[in-house]
Nanobody, 126 residues
């Protein structure tokens, strides 16, 4: 079993920054793919960013490109999402996902991931 725990959510003023963390534990997590998704009220869960096993490949959704940065620390089995220039439209519950199968690329589809965290709320106010 794999446990995935997000942290770092909260309220932030528009234009501000926030860093989310996601720690994965359990089983062998040598080379998992990891990703961030979000779900706003009344909307479907959507892809935000992903990284492959060594951080050598990343991918971003168009709305966050240039503002968000995903990174990982394999020694800690932790992935981060640095969010800058936050906008009201970024308000959502942010979910971290773990993919156990090795892959040289990172994955944008929800179905590619095996375990999910409970989510952390990010609220952007003006």
């Amino acid at each position: 079993q794999v446990q995935v725990v997000e942290s770092g959510g909260g309220s932030v003023q528009a234009g501000g920054s926030r860093r989310l963390s996601c720690a994965a534990s359990g089983r062998s997590l040598n080379v998992p793919g990891m990703g961030w998704f979000r779900q706003a009220p009344g909307k479907e869960r959507e892809f935000v960013a992903c990284t492959n096993w060594n951080g050598g490949m990343t991918s971003y959704a168009d709305p966050v490109k240039g503002r968000f940065t995903i990174s990982r620390d394999n020694a800690k089995n932790t992935v981060y999402l640095q969010m800058n220039s936050l906008q009201f439209e970024d308000t959502a519950v942010y979910y971290c996902a773990v993919r156990l199968m090795y892959g040289s690329v990172c994955y944008r589809a929800i179905g590619e991931y095996d375990y999910w965290g409970q989510g952390t709320q990010v609220t952007v106010f003006s």
